[in-house]
């Protein structure tokens, strides 16, 4: 299994504030080291995985056996994108 950062997520990444971008790539990296363990603030949520990195959020999609993180933002526009399907 593969974590794959998408371009567009790689933006969006590097334009959170502060240390918000080293977190979010440690987490990723953290689950995708042991994905056997239960990773708490890693969840599927519809056909997307969320995983919580303080107030924001990143998302991936499933392709075969890998993740491709997406999108990365706030919590209240995950929330958002939620209600809309995306």
Known sequence: MK????????????ALP?????RILEKIERVQA??????????????FWSLRVGGYRALARKEGEDFVWFWVGKHDEYQRR???GR
Request: glycine share 6%; no cysteine.
């Open 34 to 47: 042991d994905p056997q363990q239960l990773y708490p603030g890693l969840k599927k949520v519809g056909k």
């Open 18 to 22: 502060q240390d918000l971008p080293e």
């Open 82 to 84: 939620r209600i809309r």
């Open 3 to 14: 974590h794959i950062l998408d371009p567009d997520f790689e933006v969006l990444r590097a």
